[in-house]
């Protein structure tokens, strides 16, 4: 005997097995029980809420013999002859395929026929949206005076493609997308029924991607008990069928992108692309973890509403003060964005990690968002006050080397002449002769532990042009600063010997301080 999917063999069969649309399912057994059934119907929502599981219910429910409470009795000839499909009384139509006017001429001629057995005839019309305007004007008049042995229920995903002459004409109900407890509920009580050993939090994480429809999560379960068919589904199995990342993941990748560790962020994605992760998954799973971070920040008593154990929780209110809620608007926009790109994208890896590069580089944008996580990132160095040594040292030499390079302690506040100096440093520089401007251009300037302007170098070919020619091209520095600020200060040089990039190790005060803007000719 063949297989039947979860979602076809425990599809509802009266009113009170469909869940999550009780406002929907009240109204219409009020309709049947007072008489008061219409002609026409609309049902809209997104797709498996329930939209023509409850039209076929309604059709058995208006030709019971025996209706309980507005509900089919399931046992009449006519709901048993709905439910086989075998009914002349129920026709369903899919107007993707049969969308032309001579699709609804036909409708139009069968009309005029009264139903062989029972009290209605049901035209059941699905993705409504998809008829043609010449379809829909030949709809139109059946629809508008219909004989009163015909009922109409027209199911669409998309509304508002509907005319506005056909809405006026139905009933418009709109189903809701199913709640996560509702769902999960739905699929614990059918595991009982199926005799599978399944652990609720797999559960839930299966309940969370149907994403509002239960039919999505109903074949995600079944695609998930395939796989491990015979055992107990957990929700380290779930994860690894679905492609989907832990929330411990999540929180060790938030914490590179806080830190700035591109190279991290870059091998934790290189990490789940060796497991077989699903980008696209990986990255809506990401947004969602980082919406949860934002709800914390923005309110007490979050906690209800997020759908995470106390442990993930209490990690989340510990990132969630690491990061200012403007910072987490951009990286929720920017992978928000990125969830629309990978759907058509050939490279989504090559996509994933240039966003991880943008969060790690608020540089690249020029938005006010960026402009408040460099900010933010800004204001951490200066809180450390001192670069950190290098991560690893061959021996105790090269230690004792990185310790030499560590900055000293900055100020609470940056002395005039320096924030004078580089607010105009780009005019400054701009005079120098070529060589040196071109390496000086190399440096990020920063303050020393004797309050001068501190020059720091990845480059060390411009480290060591401009040690070596001091007298050329520092003394021609010093004499264009004093000319322009009117007075002399002292600069130093120093060759960046942490494990960061300069920009990173050392507080760039072109960030703190606005400074002109100037065209340079080349």
């Known amino acids: 005997m063949s297989y039947t999917a979860l979602y076809r063999k425990f ?12 406002h929907i399912v009240t109204t219409l057994k009020n309709q049947i029980k007072a008489e008061r059934i219409g002609h026409a119907y ?9 939209k023509t599981t409850v039209a076929k219910i309604f059709a058995k429910a208006v030709n019971c013999e025996q209706p309980k409470d507005g509900s089919p009795c399931g ?8 439910t086989a499909g075998t009914s002349m009384n129920v026709i369903e139509i899919d107007a993707a395929s049969n969308n032309g006017v001579d699709n609804i001429r036909q409708i139009r001629e069968e009309v005029a026929y009264r139903p062989t057995e029972g009290r209605y005839k049901v035209y059941i019309i699905d993705e409504v949206h998809m008829l043609s305007a010449g379809a829909f004007n030949a709809l139109l008049k059946t629809l508008e005076e219909p004989p009163s042995y015909v009922i109409f229920i027209l199911a669409t995903t998309e509304a508002h493609k509907i005319p506005i002459t056909i809405l006026s004409r139905c009933q418009r109900y709109d189903f809701h997308r199913i709640s996560i407890d509702t769902i ?3 699929l614990s009580e059918l595991m009982q029924k199926e005799r599978v050993d399944v652990e609720e939090r797999a559960l839930r994480y299966v309940a969370k991607a149907g994403d509002g429809s239960m039919r999505d999560a109903l074949s995600l379960l079944d695609q998930c008990i395939a796989f491990h068919l015979g055992q107990t589904l957990t929700y380290e199995n779930v994860l690894e069928v679905l492609g989907a990342v832990d929330t411990e993941v999540f929180s060790e990748l938030l914490q590179q992108i806080i830190q700035k560790e591109i190279a991290g962020a870059i091998r934790t994605l290189e990490t789940l692309v060796d497991e077989g992760r699903e980008l ?7 947004t969602w973890y980082l919406r949860n971070l934002l709800l914390l920040q923005s309110s007490d008593g979050m906690e209800d509403v997020l759908d995470m154990s106390s442990e993930n929780i209490a990690v989340l209110k510990e990132q969630a003060e690491m990061i200012s809620p403007e910072v987490l608007i951009r990286y ?6 990125l969830s629309n790109e990978l759907r058509y994208a050939a490279q989504k890896r090559i996509l994933v990690e240039i966003a991880l590069i943008k969060l790690c580089r608020p540089e690249m944008e020029t938005d006010s968002a960026s402009l408040a996580d460099r900010i933010e990132s800004l204001e951490r160095k200066l809180e450390k006050g001192v670069v950190a040594a290098p991560k690893a040292a061959a021996d105790e030499g090269k230690k004792q080397d990185a310790v030499s390079h560590e900055r000293p302690a900055l100020p609470a506040a940056i002395p005039d002449d320096i924030r004078e100096v580089v607010k105009n440093w780009r005019s400054i520089i701009s005079e120098s002769g070529g060589v040196s401007r071109s390496y000086l251009n190399k440096g990020v300037p920063t303050l020393g532990g004797q309050g001068e302007l501190l020059l720091v170098f990845d480059d060390k070919n411009a480290y060591e042009y401009l040690n070596e020619n001091k007298a050329d091209s520092m003394d021609t520095l010093k004499t264009m600063i004093a000319g322009r600020i009117g007075k002399e200060i002292e600069i130093s040089l120093r060759m960046n010997e942490t494990a960061e990039r300069a920009a990173d190790a050392f507080p760039d005060l072109r960030q703190l301080i606005p400074f002109d803007i100037v065209e340079e000719d080349f």
């Open 280 to 286: 696209g998954q990986m990255v809506n799973d990401f």
């Open 184 to 186: 999960a509920e739905r």
């Open 75 to 82: 046992n009449c000839p006519a709901c048993r002859a709905i």
């Open 11 to 22: 599809r509802p069969q009266e009113f009170e097995d469909v869940k999550g649309q009780e």
């Open 332 to 337: 929720i926009r920017i992978f928000s964005e």
């Open 42 to 50: 609309l049902f809209c929502g997104t797709r498996g809420t329930g």
